[in-house]
Every structure is written in C-alpha cells, then in structure tokens.
T-cell receptor, first 114, second 115 residues
Framework: GAGVSQTPSNKVTEKGKYVELRCDPI?????LYWYRQSLGQGPEFLIY????????DSGLPNDRFFAVRPEGSVSTLKIQRTERGDSAVYLC????????????FGPGTRLLVL | AQTVTQSQPEMSVQEAETVTLSCTYD???????LFWYKQPPSRQMILVIR????KQQNATENRFSVNFQKAAKSFSLKISDSQLGDTAMYFC????????????WGLGTSLAVNP
C-alpha cells in the first residue's frame, strides 16, 4: 500500500474488555514497530517485529499486552482486561528492514477505556 | 541511558518568519540517527528530517534544516519562511543502530504559526 494503515481509527471500550488493534505496514517493509502515546507525551516503544518474530518486546508494559505478525505483514496488538490507564493513541510504524533507521508511521488508533 | 530532551513545551512564530526548536540527547553509541517528526492534530506522525551522526554536514529539506552539534549532543530544527501548515507538535527522536532499534522520543514542542 501507499502508506501504513491502522484500524480502527478510534476505539471505545469498557474496563475489563478485550481489544485488538490492527496495523498494515508499507508493502515490502519487513520491520514493524508499535508505540503508545499518552496525552501530552512523546511515543513510547512497545514492540518491534523483524519479519514474523518479535525481535524486541521489552516495551510491553505487562502480560495483558500481546502482539502478533503471523505472516510477516499485518500485525495485531492485543490488549486483555483493559484498564483506564491503557487509554492512549497506539501508533504503528514500518521500515524497509530492521537495519533501516527511518520509520514511517500510520495515523494511529485512539483507544479510550471507560 | 538514552534520553531525548526538548526544553520548549510551546513556541509561536509569525507567518513567513524563522523559528528554531531545540533538542538535546544522550547516548553512548557511536552509530546513531536523529530525526524530527511533525504531528499535526490529525495524529499522523510525519517525518520532517533525518541526520546521520557520522555526517558532519547538517541535513536540509527545503525550508527545514538542522544544526547538529555532535560534541554538545544538540540537534535543533530551523524552520524558515514559516507557513500556517507548519502548526503542529514537533518531536525529536533518537535511533541507535545497534541491537536496540527503537526510537527514543522527546516530549515534543507545540508550534503555533500565527497569521
């Protein structure tokens, strides 16, 4: 595709529910990143995929957060038992390869947990 | 520890004038890159400019240029001939080209371009 796409654009859920956020990277990009941006903050790294495998998941805050990229393209970020503190914008980015420093971002998913 | 600091939470500039946004960083790596990204209200994080640490020459992209001072670990962004469309949050980010390939971000500077 022309750019990184993310769905949904906005998601409202209730505390304790499960949510899935989807990211479709730029075609041919092998590296994919998830970041979380809280209000008034810069993005914070969550996880980085090189191909199908998670090369670095050190930013995932706890075991309620999980991400997959089964075919090395689309990725899904999964959040179990959502909490109000999970409310944020979730940004996805891709780069040509793991060694390419420039990351191109999607429009983000705004998650609101009531 | 790797850190990025943007000490100006908000700035404003008149249309057609020049403004400089500040950024300092800290890293122990030798091979790294620095970026400025722009985030308008639409939330889309847009790449403005990139600087390779091994290059002495400052990067330029049309009206955007940087002043990269490696010894001082300073990386400021200059916007010339400011336009209303430049109004946005601007983030400075650091990328280390070793094993740790995530971007480390500053808190951002909110820039308002006034007509």
């Amino acid at each position: 595709g022309a750019g990184v796409s993310q769905t949904p654009s906005n998601k409202v859920t209730e505390k304790g529910k499960y949510v899935e956020l989807r990211c479709d990277p730029i075609s041919g990009h092998t590296a994919l990143y998830w970041y979380r941006q809280s209000l008034g903050q810069g993005p914070e790294f969550l996880i980085y995929f090189q191909g199908t495998g998670a090369a670095d998941d050190s930013g995932l805050p706890n075991d309620r957060f999980f991400a997959v990229r089964p075919e090395g393209s689309v990725s899904t970020l999964k959040i179990q038992r959502t909490e109000r503190g999970d409310s944020a914008v979730y940004l996805c980015a891709s780069s040509r390869s793991g060694g390419s420093p420039t990351q191109y971002f999607g429009p983000g998913t705004r998650l609101l947990v009531l | 520890a790797q850190t990025v600091t943007q000490s100006q939470p908000e700035m404003s500039v008149q249309e057609a004038e020049t403004v400089t946004l500040s950024c300092t960083y800290d890293t122990s790596e030798n091979n790294y890159y620095l970026f400025w990204y722009k985030q308008p209200p639409s939330r889309q994080m847009i790449l403005v400019i990139r600087q390779e640490a091994y290059k002495q020459q400052n990067a330029t992209e049309n009206r955007f240029s940087v002043n990269f001072q490696k010894a001082a670990k300073s990386f400021s962004l200059k916007i010339s001939d400011s336009q209303l469309g430049d109004t946005a949050m601007y983030f400075c980010a650091l990328y280390n080209a070793g094993n740790n390939r995530k971007l480390i971000w500053g808190l951002g500077t909110s820039l308002a371009v006034n007509p």
